[in-house]
């Protein structure tokens, strides 16, 4: 068993290991957690709960989870005096996969995101965020039931890569005394500065983890989310780098919007994946107008967190929201929500989101049965009108539920 510094790992359970770049999952694996900020203990008790019901309902005493708590945010700052103990990153790289409550960042000012630094120091670099209708959800929208789409966000670059300087400080004085006597760019000298690094590589391996999803998902299409039309040099750049993986890795099993209209007249054949493009505002109203035109999308950092949110807030917003941050050996699985600190410690807040991501946790060590068994209880409690605050103020005639309370509805559904 692994040491570590600061934290005692379970004594029971076993680690998941990795064999020829799969994992291997024994029966009963330790699988790290971070409590989180804000709502996050309440959102983090409700979901292991479910999770545990789920595993024990579908796997009987053959299966089980063991939880190893880890720390970063205010918990480890008051344990130990840092945001995020190096363990916790030893930890995750250890046994593979991790559940993460959220983690407050302050806005303008302060520390820098301890959810962007734990992705680029682990180097998580596929943020995967399936967008899924469940019936009864109230939704802003005419035919939410259209929307199941998978956006990939590359997770590590882009002006998220933390490359800045305020203004007015000498790094920015002399970002803009260069830029200006050497390649003749004249920007205020009253501005802020930021980097945005757009890679091949990154680019690439981001591009090459959407194919593989759609290829093992039978998805129809993968498209491409940028803004090239501005920012032809990065995301123009991540357009054509994306392209190029597309034709020259799965050439075989793909075609383009121009093959499709000029080989085959139009009507896709059922062993080919469509791979084409989209301007990013654009984007915006075509996944208002034609989301069952969205299959799996794939775009810079940027641009996924914008269009993601937007996309949830189709299929009733990001309380029900699950994301995944993968690369090609971790898989650190987290709501796409915030901490949402007014509410810390009400037991009042919806859990979806975390115990959805908890589902795709199981599904990533291949636990498909006990992911199943969660997504049908939760949907059957949601059309049972037994919810949360957020959705019960949408619903005539719905019972509202606690945190946990919804949590225990959820595992009375299991069967």
């Given at each position: 068993m692994v040491t570590f510094k600061k934290y005692s790992p379970p004594d029971k359970g076993e680690a998941i290991t990795l064999a020829d770049g799969k994992l291997e999952v024994p029966d009963n694996p330790i699988?790290?957690?971070?409590?989180?900020?804000?709502?996050?203990?309440?959102?983090?008790?409700?979901?292991?709960?479910?999770?545990?019901?789920?595993?024990?309902?579908?796997?009987?005493?053959?299966?089980?989870?063991?939880w190893f708590e880890i720390f970063a945010g205010?918990?480890?700052?008051?344990?130990?005096?840092?945001?995020?103990?190096?363990?916790?990153?030893?930890?995750?790289?250890?046994?593979?996969?991790a559940l993460k409550g959220p983690l407050s960042t302050p806005v303008g000012k302060g520390f820098r995101s301890l959810n962007v630094t734990t992705r680029q120091t682990l180097d998580l670099y596929a943020c995967v965020?399936?967008?899924?209708?469940?019936?009864?959800?109230?939704?802003?929208?005419?035919?939410?039931?259209?929307?199941d789409m998978v956006i990939f966000r590359e997770n590590t670059e882009d002006?998220?890569?933390?490359?800045?300087?305020?203004?007015?400080?000498?790094e920015a004085l002399r970002v803009i005394e260069v830029i200006g006597d050497e390649l003749n760019v004249k920007i205020p000298e009253d501005s802020g500065i930021g980097i945005k690094p757009i890679s091949i590589r990154r680019t690439k391996r981001l591009m090459r983890k959407a194919m593989e999803y759609a290829l093992i998902h039978k998805r129809r299409s993968v498209t491409i989310v940028h803004k090239g039309n501005i920012m032809k040099y990065t995301e123009g750049a991540f357009r054509n780098w994306a392209y190029e993986v597309a034709k020259e890795e799965y050439g075989h099993r793909t075609i383009t919007a121009k093959q499709l209209a000029e080989e085959y007249d139009g009507k896709q054949p059922e062993d080919k994946i469509l791979v084409n493009d989209k301007i990013a505002d654009d984007m915006f109203r075509f996944v208002l107008m034609r989301p069952e035109e969205c299959d799996v999308l794939v775009m810079p950092n940027l641009n996924g967190d914008y269009l993601s949110d937007a996309c949830n807030a189709q299929v009733g917003g990001i309380g029900v929201a699950p994301s995944a941050n993968i690369s090609d050996t971790m898989g650190l699985f987290e709501a796409a929500h915030g901490s949402a600190p007014k509410y810390a410690g009400q037991n009042k807040v919806n859990p979806?989101?975390?115990?959805?991501?908890?589902?795709m946790m199981l599904e990533h060590i291949g636990w498909d049965e006990a992911a199943g068994c969660v997504t049908s209880a939760i949907g059957k409690a949601i059309s049972q009108k037994k919810v949360t605050y957020d959705l019960a103020r949408q619903m005539e005639g719905a019972e509202e539920l606690s945190t946990s309370g919804f949590g225990d509805e959820v595992i009375k559904n299991m069967s």
């Open positions: 699988i790290p957690f971070i409590e989180g900020d804000g709502i996050g203990p309440d959102i983090m008790s409700t979901a292991r709960r479910v999770l545990d019901a789920a595993v024990k309902t579908t796997y009987g005493n053959k299966r089980s989870i063991v205010s918990k480890a700052l008051k344990r130990f005096e840092e945001l995020i103990p190096e363990d916790t990153f030893e930890a995750i790289r250890h046994f593979h996969v965020r399936p967008v899924r209708y469940i019936p009864g959800v109230p939704s802003p929208v005419k035919h939410p039931e259209k929307v002006v998220y890569a933390g490359i800045e300087w305020p203004q007015g400080s000498k979806s989101a975390l115990i959805l991501s908890g589902t």
